[in-house]
């Protein structure tokens, strides 16, 4: 069974959210999320509204995500080399370049294919930014 994995911060869960775990999953037969750590959230100069153990929850109820853990507090590659996925599914916002992340991969001997999901819900509040944006107006 081809395993996936997918990553993200996933603060404010949305549908833009959804169809990017829901097409990550048509990848493979396996959907493996790796949740970002306050900790490393914080480090982008970002406090996080909703704490991980709470994130990661929410994350685990979805019907498409077969399990979910949360990152390293040191490496992102640390979860990468435990799970073995066979795919890494990226975001159509997501910050990585492909060739980039590929190379780093290859440097760790991590034989994972990187995919660009590049659908992109349509709605008006298609990203955490543009919610957080709204709530912080209203």
Known sequence: ????????????????????????KKLGGELIVILARDENIKKHKRQPMIPENQ???????????????LG??????KPIIELKPD??????????????LEKKLKERNINAKVVRIKTLWGGELNSTGKIIGKIKKN
């Open 55 to 69: 994130r990661i929850e929410v994350i685990r109820a979805l019907k498409v995500v077969d399990a979910a853990v």
């Open 87 to 100: 795919i890494i599914a990226l975001g159509p916002n997501q910050a990585f370049l492909e060739k980039d």
């Open 1 to 24: 069974m081809t395993k996936v994995a997918a990553t993200g911060v996933f603060e404010i869960l949305h549908p833009g959210h959804i169809l990017f775990l829901t097409e990550a």
């Open 72 to 77: 390293d507090l040191d490496d992102m590659f």
